[in-house]
């Protein structure tokens, strides 16, 4: 980073925080704290709602699934439009019209005090967890700058936000969700025109997404039903509307955004808003991420990409062989370079004995990978062994021109910013409105909520830092969220749509029903996660969850709750 | 219960989007655009394969 990066990223950072506050400096009271009083307009609704959703994670992971995976998650997202038109039918009106801080207290009005404290602590446990891993996207980003050590990163991001989220509360991130989107977009499509301008000459933008396609790299839309296939059109039409509608219409780090909406009009245009434009803003990111893979076709590309963990293997008792593998793996990247300048205007028998050339330098080079991994884990017990989530990162680095190194970083930090205070504001909200409130011996008067508040985010943001410093362990970080999200979500769901459609059902059943199915759920799920193998693809455990808490408690009530 | 005290929103759920007219057009314009984006992906995924 030059000085020119320095100083981009700590205007623009400055910048957004600044603004934050001062447009936020007038809220003393909890409406303010938690709702922004409710007078925000449907653009920003739309932008906070897709910022808070946006996090380093997203730029980090997403483009880093697109170089490893190709663009077939896009299809995660393809729920998410329908899951934006049951939220405006059904969960706005309502929220809105019974005024509440959080999802849960609709669950009181309708159930009782047990469901709604049991569903919040599923969320709370939930987002908690997801918190801990967002903390540690950006955390990547500060190690690899300065080559600290991830503890501190941890400790240090955590805690900037943390400071950030108390003193400015919900309408801070909510005006800053603005300019945060604008640059983020802005960014992202200068980093994609720069990588196709990076290719050799005589490749553009169609025949780097060819060369991408004979890699299977641009297999987007599947339409074979797998369920052991985590991405195709039916887990994402399917587990992922069920995923995105538990996630916007019950998670409070979501809800309590669109509740900032002036009006149920205003709430409704900028969830519409986000229907209208994730799917494209998730193929864009994608989209680079797999240019950066067709661009390492052409470049040498490390042979592990956390240069932190690289760094310390160079210094260490197993330089001698690490830097033995690094030439072996250089001379196949310069192979496979060489058998793809060699692969224009083939014929079909051409082509396949070139697509087995390159299936086979692949092999060497994922083994050769592999010994590398073996020897950070030999070096370093506790280092990750996933090195996806830092491809973007290192490209960035190495290869981006300097000045836009400053605002790509700016923006990774600024999304990261934005959504890890959303998760702290709702974890908070949560705890004072669906814990604090409801168990205290006398109403609490609005200056002592307003400090539980304030109190709660800062223990929240300590068991999130505390998370952070294991999320290295889970994997790639998109996924780790998601899966864990599937995990409680479509019980939640399951929960919520028990209230608004059947409403013969009572608090008891409900209670049970949700209880037992999150049971089997994490049967499911915890052995496949430890195991690391899927007889489910975690999508599906969202539409399951919910059936199961509808079917138990429906039968339930007929059988016992009659009795009862 | 200690939970706040439900204020019924006066504003009518029911009032129109600022553009296409009503709720439905605006839902129907979402869907749209998720078929076009599927139909568009496909012939992506055909065109480099």
Known sequence: MTNLDWTLLTFTLLFIIVYGVYKNHKDKNIDGYLLGNQSLPWYHVGLSVMATQASAITFLSTTGQGFDDGMRFVQFYFGLPLAMIVLCVTFIPIFHRLKVYTAYEYLEKRFDGKVRVFTAFLFLIQRGLSTGISIYAPSIILSTIFGWDIFWTNILMGGMVLTYTVVGGTKAISYTHLQ?????????????????????????????????????????VSFDFNPKDRYNLWSGLIGGFFLQLSYFGTDQSQVGRYLTGESITQSRLGLVMNGLLKIPMQFLILLVGVLVFVFYQYNASPVFFNKVETDKLRTSQYAPEFAAIEKQYNEVSEKRKQLLISSDNLDNQQLEVYKSSLHASDSVAKSLKGQVVNLIKKNNPSASTNDRDFVFLRFVLDHLPHGLIGLLIAVI??????????????????????????????????????????????????????????????????????????LFYGIILGVFLVAFYFKNIGGTATFWAAVISQAIILGIGIPQVILKKEWIAYLWFNPIGCFLVIGIAWAWQKKIGIRA | MKSKEVKPNTEASGEAPPFLKTWNNVYALVIISLVASIVLFYAFTLYFA
Not at chain 1, 208 to 214: P, R, S, T
Not at chain 1, 448 to 466: D, H, M, P, Q, Y
Request: charged fraction near 10%; proline fraction near 2%; charge should be positive.
């Open chain 1, 413 to 486: 930090f600024a999304a990261s910013m934005g959504s890890i205070a959303s998760a702290y504001n709702s974890l908070a909200a949560t705890s004072v409105v669906d814990v604090y409130r409801k168990f205290s011996k006398n109403t609490p008067s609005e200056k002592a909520e307003l400090n539980a508040s304030k109190v709660s985010t800062i223990i929240w943001g300590l068991f999130c830092i505390f998370v952070a410093q294991y999320a290295n362990q889970l994997g790639n970080m998109i996924e780790v969220v998601n899966v864990l999200g599937s």
């Open chain 1, 180 to 220: 945060q989107m604008i640059v983020i977009t802005v960014a992202m499509v200068l980093a994609g025109v720069i990588v196709v301008m990076m290719l050799p000459e005589n490749i553009g933008l169609v025949k780097a997404l060819k060369i991408a396609g004979k890699a299977n790299h641009t297999n987007v």
